[in-house]
């Protein structure tokens, strides 16, 4: 096909007249649609697909007209104003919060055949897409979703599917798959949208997981109680020395159900949003020296001493994050030390920044067990991070993987007078997680162990301030 040429520098192109009519009545479809929204009468899930349906139906209208017009492709894209880098219907669509994809195949048994064309911006943040156009298995992989686009290709009907997206920050996303007419060329189109169900996905869950572990792990202290109470009020009633045991026992008892209460609303929290990042910055020197001045007494009272060594001065290790989460994280971390320190020893704190990601997660002593607890998905430039070595017993290779899991105790090691929750480091594996770092442990049977987290920095240098002295 001979490329257009213009009869006149003025003149407009001959294929204007077939392809305007096509470009004026899909943009008044498209406005009528909108506007009927703005005016409350229709649905806005509705609107979402008419919209894309009437952008996506004129664009492919206009390519089939020109084509049918007689102008070539290339002549068609050489037309377009040289600032315009899509069709004017792709900003549309790439203003859809939701992931969209535009796929097209030519034969039900090329398995290799099916491609996206057409992709939004969300579309590719969300798959990581880098071009234009390529394999749909390289950016979707799932079965059922593959399923639900051929059903939409090849037997014009909608059809949706389940898609998980693995990684540390695990999502859940509704497929929707609809038919979208034919191509030019024969080949049948499909539109695939991606809505994120994570929130509601997630909102379950942690109402199922809050209900089964308060009710497991409430109903020894709850047990515990109701006998001490039937014991009081039997032939320990007179019994002053026994009466002053038992209540002491009971108060312990509720103190821990409390602190479980309160562990689980809080990792209940943190799981509800540990698919987003959070916002605003944090002071890591300052958040770990108020941990230090917090848990002192405690520390004091066991005789173990707590030793900060070489932090960075004031303002110098700033995080992406949370404020108030990375201070949990430090706290649970040093209470956990303290825990299962001796007496007279003591738990060191150390703190670098300006570390890769590979820097930070390694090892300390090359003698210890190692396992990476968690690893970011996207490594970001630079990193902070935070060591706390006690000087217990140590653990054993085989119980490292376990150590994150909620209730998990090490079988035959104590933590001290004051024990545990269980669920001090599945919080601390949350927070990190949500705040895109890394986690990991490392120990040394006999010599104890060592707990690294990881957080991005917000940026690489700030002008340091008063030197940190820890309190």
């Keep these: 096909m001979a490329p257009w040429q213009p009869s006149s520098p003025h003149s407009p192109p001959d294929w204007l007249g077939h392809i305007g009519p096509v470009l004026v009545a899909g943009g008044a479809g498209v406005v009528a649609i909108l506007g009927f929204g703005l005016l409350g009468q229709a649905d806005p899930q509705a609107i979402s697909w008419m919209v894309l349906v009437a952008a996506g139906v004129t664009g492919l209208a206009a390519w089939h007209v020109a084509e049918r017009a007689g102008v070539a492709l290339p002549a068609l894209e050489a037309a377009r104003p040289a600032h315009e880098d899509a069709p004017p219907y792709a900003s549309l669509i790439n203003a859809l919060p939701d992931p969209v994809l535009v796929i097209a195949a030519h034969e039900l048994d090329d398995l290799t055949g099916r491609r996206f064309v057409l992709v939004n911006e969300a579309a590719r943040q969300t ?57 030019p060329d024969g080949a049948p189109l499909a539109l695939l949208v ?91 020197v300052m958040a770990v020296m108020d941990v230090l001045d917090a848990l002192g007494p405690l520390a004091r009272d066991r005789c173990v001493r707590l030793e900060a060594e070489d932090l960075p001065p004031r303002g110098q290790v700033i995080v992406a994050g949370d404020r108030d989460q990375i201070i949990q994280v430090v706290q649970n971390l040093v209470d956990n030390a303290l825990k299962y320190t001796p007496k007279g020893a003591a738990v060191k ?63 035959g090691q104590k933590s001290g007078e004051r024990s545990g929750t269980g669920l001090g480091l599945a919080i601390v594996k949350h927070i990190v997680n949500r705040h895109r770092g890394g986690l990991a442990v490392e120990s ?28």
């Excluded at 390694?362 to 690893?375: E, N, Q, V």
């Excluded at 707990?451 to 309190?471: I, N, Q």
Aim: without cysteine; negative net charge; glycine residues 6%.
């Design 194 to 284: 991606l809505r994120d169900e994570t929130d509601i996905r997630r909102a379950e869950r942690t109402r199922a997981d809050f209900l089964a572990n308060a009710s497991h792990e409430l109903r020894t202290p709850l047990a515990s109680l109701s006998g001490f109470i039937e014991t009081l009020r039997g032939h320990a009633k007179d019994d002053v020395n026994a009466r002053e045991k038992f209540l002491s026992i009971m108060a312990t008892q509720a103190e821990r159900m409390s602190r479980l209460i309160d562990d689980l609303l809080s990792l209940s929290r943190i799981e509800l949003n540990e698919h987003i990042a959070p916002e605003g910055e944090a002071d890591l």
């Design 127 to 183: 798959l990581r897409i880098q071009y234009d156009a390529g394999l749909l298995v390289t950016v979707i992989r799932d079965p059922d979703v593959l399923e639900a686009v051929d059903e939409a290709l090849f037997g014009g009907k909608e059809a949706e599917a389940i898609y998980e997206l693995g990684g540390a920050q695990e999502r859940v996303m509704r497929a929707f798959a609809k038919p979208l007419g034919v191509a």
């Design 349 to 411: 704190i150390s703190l670098r920044s300006g570390l890769s990601a590979t820097a930070a997660a390694a090892p300390g002593d090359p003698r210890a067990a190692r396992l990476s607890l968690l690893t970011p998905d996207r490594a970001a430039d630079l990193y902070a991070a935070l060591r706390v070595t006690d000087s217990g017993v140590g653990l054993a290779r085989e119980h490292l993987p376990r150590l994150t899991e909620r209730f998990y105790r090490v079988e």
């Design 444 to 471: 040394v049977l006999g010599e104890g162990a060592t707990f690294t987290a990881y957080f991005p920095l917000a940026r690489a240098e700030v002008s340091a301030a008063e030197p940190a002295t820890p309190g």
